[in-house]
Protein backbone atom coordinates (compact mmCIF):
# COMPACT_ATOMS: atom_id res chain seq x y z
CA UNK A 1 0.00 0.00 0.00
CA UNK A 2 1.21 3.62 -0.74
CA UNK A 3 1.52 5.45 2.45
CA UNK A 4 2.01 9.60 2.80
CA UNK A 5 2.45 11.28 5.84
CA UNK A 6 2.77 14.59 6.42
CA UNK A 7 2.24 17.13 9.71
CA UNK A 8 -0.59 19.77 10.34
CA UNK A 9 0.02 22.66 13.42
CA UNK A 10 -3.58 24.76 14.16
CA UNK A 11 -4.18 27.12 16.91
CA UNK A 12 -6.91 25.72 19.59
CA UNK A 13 -10.32 26.70 19.07
CA UNK A 14 -9.92 27.15 15.00
CA UNK A 15 -11.19 25.52 11.82
CA UNK A 16 -9.16 22.37 10.03
CA UNK A 17 -9.04 20.52 7.60
CA UNK A 18 -7.22 17.14 7.22
CA UNK A 19 -6.46 16.04 4.27
CA UNK A 20 -7.24 12.39 2.85
CA UNK A 21 -4.01 12.36 0.27
CA UNK A 22 -4.95 8.11 -0.68
CA UNK A 23 -7.67 9.61 -2.23
CA UNK A 24 -7.76 8.50 -5.86
CA UNK A 25 -10.64 10.01 -8.55
CA UNK A 26 -9.88 7.62 -11.08
CA UNK A 27 -10.86 4.98 -8.63
CA UNK A 28 -14.34 4.07 -9.13
CA UNK A 29 -16.20 3.12 -6.21
CA UNK A 30 -13.38 3.47 -3.43
CA UNK A 31 -13.93 2.77 0.16
CA UNK A 32 -12.91 4.90 2.75
CA UNK A 33 -12.25 4.82 6.05
CA UNK A 34 -10.86 7.35 8.92
CA UNK A 35 -9.26 5.89 12.51
CA UNK A 36 -7.69 8.66 15.07
CA UNK A 37 -4.77 7.31 16.82
CA UNK A 38 -3.43 9.07 20.21
CA UNK A 39 -0.61 6.90 21.58
CA UNK A 40 -1.49 3.05 21.79
CA UNK A 41 -5.34 4.08 21.19
CA UNK A 42 -6.76 3.59 18.05
CA UNK A 43 -10.48 4.37 17.08
CA UNK A 44 -12.34 4.47 13.81
CA UNK A 45 -13.64 8.08 12.97
CA UNK A 46 -15.09 7.92 9.79
CA UNK A 47 -16.33 3.95 9.02
CA UNK A 48 -19.64 2.69 6.85
CA UNK A 49 -20.06 6.05 5.26
CA UNK A 50 -20.71 7.63 8.13
CA UNK A 51 -19.04 9.36 11.20
CA UNK A 52 -18.51 7.53 14.49
CA UNK A 53 -19.47 9.31 17.74
CA UNK A 54 -18.35 12.17 19.03
CA UNK A 55 -17.25 13.59 15.77
CA UNK A 56 -20.97 13.40 13.97
CA UNK A 57 -21.46 16.96 15.16
CA UNK A 58 -18.17 18.05 14.91
CA UNK A 59 -16.78 17.04 11.72
CA UNK A 60 -17.91 17.40 8.06
CA UNK A 61 -16.66 14.10 5.62
CA UNK A 62 -15.88 14.67 1.96
CA UNK A 63 -13.75 12.13 0.17
CA UNK A 64 -10.96 14.13 0.12
CA UNK A 65 -11.33 16.11 3.38
CA UNK A 66 -12.24 16.11 7.22
CA UNK A 67 -13.27 19.29 8.38
CA UNK A 68 -13.27 19.82 11.82
CA UNK A 69 -15.27 23.27 13.56
CA UNK A 70 -13.28 24.06 15.77
CA UNK A 71 -10.04 22.05 17.17
CA UNK A 72 -9.30 21.11 21.17
CA UNK A 73 -6.17 19.82 22.70
CA UNK A 74 -7.82 16.64 22.84
CA UNK A 75 -7.74 16.32 19.16
CA UNK A 76 -3.84 16.42 18.90
CA UNK A 77 -2.81 12.54 17.33
CA UNK A 78 -2.54 11.09 14.41
CA UNK A 79 -5.27 10.56 11.51
CA UNK A 80 -5.14 7.99 9.15
CA UNK A 81 -7.48 7.65 5.70
CA UNK A 82 -7.49 3.91 4.19
CA UNK A 83 -9.02 3.90 0.32
CA UNK A 84 -10.01 0.92 -0.81
CA UNK A 85 -10.11 0.68 -4.89
CA UNK A 86 -11.38 -1.97 -7.42
CA UNK A 87 -8.88 -4.62 -7.86
CA UNK A 88 -8.21 -4.73 -4.26
CA UNK A 89 -5.85 -1.28 -4.56
CA UNK A 90 -5.05 0.45 -1.30
CA UNK A 91 -3.69 3.67 -0.40
CA UNK A 92 -3.21 4.89 3.31
CA UNK A 93 -2.38 8.50 4.07
CA UNK A 94 -1.50 10.27 7.50
CA UNK A 95 -1.79 13.42 9.21
CA UNK A 96 0.01 14.49 12.46
CA UNK A 97 -2.17 17.25 14.04
CA UNK A 98 -0.28 19.38 16.52
CA UNK A 99 -3.49 21.35 18.38
CA UNK A 100 -1.20 24.96 19.16
CA UNK A 101 -1.81 25.46 23.16
CA UNK A 102 0.29 27.86 25.36
CA UNK A 103 2.23 26.70 28.16
CA UNK A 104 0.90 27.16 31.59
CA UNK A 105 2.57 28.50 34.28
CA UNK A 106 5.47 25.55 34.91
CA UNK A 107 6.61 24.11 38.43
CA UNK A 108 9.50 24.47 39.76
CA UNK A 109 11.12 21.78 42.27
CA UNK A 110 13.87 22.80 43.79
CA UNK A 111 15.31 21.17 47.14
CA UNK A 112 15.00 24.22 49.57
CA UNK A 113 18.71 23.03 51.05
CA UNK A 114 21.00 20.26 49.66
CA UNK A 115 24.81 18.95 50.77
CA UNK A 116 28.23 20.73 49.78
CA UNK A 117 29.30 17.65 46.91
CA UNK A 118 26.12 15.62 47.15
CA UNK A 119 24.28 15.22 43.76
CA UNK A 120 21.05 17.83 43.42
CA UNK A 121 18.19 17.23 41.11
CA UNK A 122 16.26 20.38 40.22
CA UNK A 123 13.02 19.79 37.78
CA UNK A 124 10.33 22.25 35.75
CA UNK A 125 7.53 20.58 34.93
CA UNK A 126 4.24 21.82 32.80
CA UNK A 127 0.93 20.27 31.72
CA UNK A 128 -0.53 21.76 28.91
CA UNK A 129 1.74 22.81 26.30
CA UNK A 130 1.15 21.57 23.20
CA UNK A 131 3.76 21.06 21.12
CA UNK A 132 5.09 20.11 24.49
CA UNK A 133 7.72 23.11 26.07
CA UNK A 134 11.16 23.49 26.25
CA UNK A 135 12.50 25.00 29.20
CA UNK A 136 15.28 27.37 30.59
CA UNK A 137 16.61 27.57 34.39
CA UNK A 138 17.49 31.17 35.71
CA UNK A 139 19.46 31.99 39.17
CA UNK A 140 19.29 34.93 40.42
CA UNK A 141 17.73 36.09 37.52
CA UNK A 142 20.66 35.24 35.26
CA UNK A 143 19.69 32.49 32.34
CA UNK A 144 21.72 29.44 32.94
CA UNK A 145 23.43 28.28 29.66
CA UNK A 146 23.57 24.97 28.91
CA UNK A 147 26.95 24.27 29.35
CA UNK A 148 28.12 25.93 32.55
CA UNK A 149 31.89 25.77 31.15
CA UNK A 150 30.94 28.25 28.59
CA UNK A 151 30.18 31.37 30.87
CA UNK A 152 32.41 33.52 33.27
CA UNK A 153 29.29 33.99 35.33
CA UNK A 154 28.78 29.93 35.53
CA UNK A 155 32.16 28.24 35.15
CA UNK A 156 32.30 27.63 38.64
CA UNK A 157 29.42 25.47 38.75
CA UNK A 158 29.74 21.68 37.54
CA UNK A 159 25.65 20.50 36.81
CA UNK A 160 24.17 19.47 33.83
CA UNK A 161 20.92 20.95 31.95
CA UNK A 162 18.19 19.12 29.63
CA UNK A 163 15.99 21.66 27.56
CA UNK A 164 13.97 18.81 26.53
CA UNK A 165 12.99 17.19 30.04
CA UNK A 166 13.24 20.59 32.22
CA UNK A 167 15.73 18.50 34.46
CA UNK A 168 18.72 20.52 36.03
CA UNK A 169 21.56 18.05 38.13
CA UNK A 170 24.51 19.51 39.63
CA UNK A 171 26.93 17.04 40.36
CA UNK A 172 28.38 17.63 42.57
CA UNK A 173 27.11 20.80 44.53
CA UNK A 174 29.14 23.46 45.77
CA UNK A 175 28.90 26.51 47.31
CA UNK A 176 28.74 28.88 44.73
CA UNK A 177 25.01 26.95 43.53
CA UNK A 178 23.06 28.54 46.68
CA UNK A 179 20.68 30.97 45.18
CA UNK A 180 17.23 31.74 43.80
CA UNK A 181 15.98 29.60 41.03
CA UNK A 182 13.03 29.34 38.66
CA UNK A 183 12.26 27.52 34.98
CA UNK A 184 10.55 29.38 32.27
CA UNK A 185 8.28 27.11 29.32
CA UNK A 186 8.14 28.02 25.92
CA UNK A 187 6.72 26.44 22.72
CA UNK A 188 6.44 29.07 20.51
CA UNK A 189 2.51 29.52 21.11
CA UNK A 190 2.26 32.67 23.10
CA UNK A 191 4.12 34.00 25.14
CA UNK A 192 6.64 32.00 27.66
CA UNK A 193 5.78 31.41 31.29
CA UNK A 194 7.83 31.24 34.23
CA UNK A 195 7.67 29.31 37.60
CA UNK A 196 7.85 30.89 41.03
CA UNK A 197 10.76 31.45 42.66
CA UNK A 198 12.41 28.82 45.05
CA UNK A 199 15.57 29.22 47.01
CA UNK A 200 18.45 26.95 47.44
CA UNK A 201 21.13 26.66 50.25
CA UNK A 202 24.37 24.18 49.84
CA UNK A 203 25.70 24.20 53.03
CA UNK A 204 28.60 22.10 54.89
CA UNK A 205 27.54 18.89 56.44
CA UNK A 206 26.27 19.17 59.96
CA UNK A 207 29.36 17.87 61.63
CA UNK A 208 27.47 19.22 65.10
CA UNK A 209 24.38 17.68 64.89
CA UNK A 210 25.90 14.69 64.13
CA UNK A 211 27.63 14.64 67.07
CA UNK A 212 25.10 15.75 69.27
CA UNK A 213 22.97 13.23 68.21
CA UNK A 214 25.40 10.87 69.23
CA UNK A 215 25.55 12.08 72.29
CA UNK A 216 22.10 11.90 73.12
CA UNK A 217 22.59 8.40 71.95
CA UNK A 218 24.78 7.78 74.48
CA UNK A 219 22.93 9.22 77.36
CA UNK A 220 19.83 7.23 76.33
CA UNK A 221 21.97 3.90 76.79
CA UNK A 222 23.43 5.08 79.95
CA UNK A 223 20.11 5.72 81.16
CA UNK A 224 19.19 2.18 80.62
CA UNK A 225 21.87 0.48 82.10
CA UNK A 226 21.38 2.42 85.08
CA UNK A 227 17.54 1.51 85.15
CA UNK A 228 18.46 -2.03 84.69
CA UNK A 229 21.87 -2.13 87.57
CA UNK A 230 19.19 -1.10 89.93
CA UNK A 231 16.43 -3.69 89.56
CA UNK A 232 19.25 -6.17 90.24
CA UNK A 233 20.19 -3.94 92.95
CA UNK A 234 17.12 -3.97 94.37
CA UNK A 235 16.50 -7.49 93.57
CA UNK A 236 13.90 -7.51 91.29
CA UNK A 237 15.53 -10.24 89.03
CA UNK A 238 16.95 -12.07 92.11
CA UNK A 239 15.87 -15.50 93.28
CA UNK A 240 14.33 -13.42 96.28
CA UNK A 241 11.18 -12.83 94.10
CA UNK A 242 10.65 -17.09 93.37
CA UNK A 243 7.95 -18.79 95.11
CA UNK A 244 10.74 -21.19 97.13
CA UNK A 245 12.53 -18.62 99.01
CA UNK A 246 11.37 -18.47 102.80
CA UNK A 247 10.89 -15.07 102.63
CA UNK A 248 8.01 -15.49 100.14
CA UNK A 249 6.17 -18.95 101.09
CA UNK A 250 2.42 -17.46 101.48
CA UNK A 251 -0.89 -19.32 101.23
CA UNK A 252 -1.83 -20.20 97.67
CA UNK A 253 -4.85 -19.74 95.58
CA UNK A 254 -6.89 -23.36 96.18
CA UNK A 255 -7.25 -25.83 93.16
CA UNK A 256 -9.76 -25.30 90.59
CA UNK A 257 -10.64 -26.09 87.52
CA UNK A 258 -7.75 -25.55 85.10
CA UNK A 259 -10.37 -24.20 82.73
CA UNK A 260 -11.61 -21.32 85.76
CA UNK A 261 -8.98 -19.00 86.52
CA UNK A 262 -10.05 -17.76 90.40
CA UNK A 263 -10.01 -14.71 91.42
CA UNK A 264 -6.91 -13.91 94.07
CA UNK A 265 -6.83 -10.89 96.72
CA UNK A 266 -3.17 -9.97 97.16
CA UNK A 267 -0.63 -7.45 98.38
CA UNK A 268 2.18 -6.04 95.94
CA UNK A 269 5.68 -6.29 97.99
CA UNK A 270 8.00 -3.38 98.28
CA UNK A 271 6.12 -1.60 95.20
CA UNK A 272 2.43 0.44 94.57
CA UNK A 273 -0.14 -1.22 93.28
CA UNK A 274 0.02 1.10 89.89
CA UNK A 275 3.70 0.51 89.48
CA UNK A 276 3.35 -3.07 89.50
CA UNK A 277 0.27 -3.53 87.68
CA UNK A 278 2.62 -2.12 84.69
CA UNK A 279 4.33 -5.49 85.08
CA UNK A 280 1.57 -8.16 84.83
CA UNK A 281 0.22 -9.40 82.07
CA UNK A 282 -3.18 -7.82 80.46
CA UNK A 283 -5.59 -10.83 80.95
CA UNK A 284 -4.65 -10.74 84.77
CA UNK A 285 -5.79 -6.71 85.59
CA UNK A 286 -8.69 -6.53 87.32
CA UNK A 287 -11.86 -5.04 86.65
CA UNK A 288 -12.91 -2.72 89.17
CA UNK A 289 -10.07 -0.23 91.30
CA UNK A 290 -9.62 -2.25 94.40
CA UNK A 291 -8.14 -0.05 98.04
CA UNK A 292 -4.56 1.13 97.97
CA UNK A 293 -1.92 -1.66 98.66
CA UNK A 294 -4.26 -4.71 97.32
CA UNK A 295 -5.40 -5.61 94.35
CA UNK A 296 -7.09 -8.70 92.34
CA UNK A 297 -6.42 -10.54 89.66
CA UNK A 298 -7.59 -13.06 87.31
CA UNK A 299 -5.12 -16.06 88.29
CA UNK A 300 -4.30 -18.74 85.69
CA UNK A 301 -4.52 -22.33 87.24
CA UNK A 302 -1.81 -23.69 88.03
CA UNK A 303 0.22 -20.24 88.99
CA UNK A 304 3.14 -19.44 86.78
CA UNK A 305 6.38 -20.06 89.53
CA UNK A 306 7.52 -17.10 91.10
CA UNK A 307 4.55 -14.87 90.57
CA UNK A 308 3.34 -16.12 94.11
CA UNK A 309 6.13 -14.54 95.88
CA UNK A 310 6.08 -11.69 94.24
CA UNK A 311 2.56 -10.66 94.32
CA UNK A 312 2.16 -12.15 97.96
CA UNK A 313 -1.22 -13.64 97.32
CA UNK A 314 -3.23 -13.69 100.58
CA UNK A 315 -6.69 -14.95 99.48
CA UNK A 316 -9.02 -15.95 96.78
CA UNK A 317 -12.44 -16.84 95.62
CA UNK A 318 -13.72 -19.41 92.78
Known amino acids: AQVTSETKEVPENKPADIPCSAYRSSWSNPRIEWKFQKGSSLVLFYYGGELTEPYKNRVQFSPTTIHF ?30 V ?6 P ?15 LRCTEMDGSPPPTF ?21 SSYTLDPVTGELIFEPLSGFDTGDYYCEAMNNVGSPQKSDVVHMEASEVNV ?20 IWFAYSRGFFSSEYCAGHPRNRLPQCPPCSSLKPLFCFFHFREKRVSEAVMLLPPSWLPPLPLPAGTGGLFLPQPLPVGWEGALGVTGCSG
Not at 74 to 94: F, M, N, P, W
Open 100 to 105: QVPPSK
Open 107 to 121: VAHVPTSATIGSKAV
Open 136 to 156: RWYKDSMLMPTNPKTSLTFRN
Open 208 to 227: GGIVAAVVVLLMVLALVAFG
Open 69 to 98: NTVTRADTGKYICEVVGDGSHIAKSEVNLI
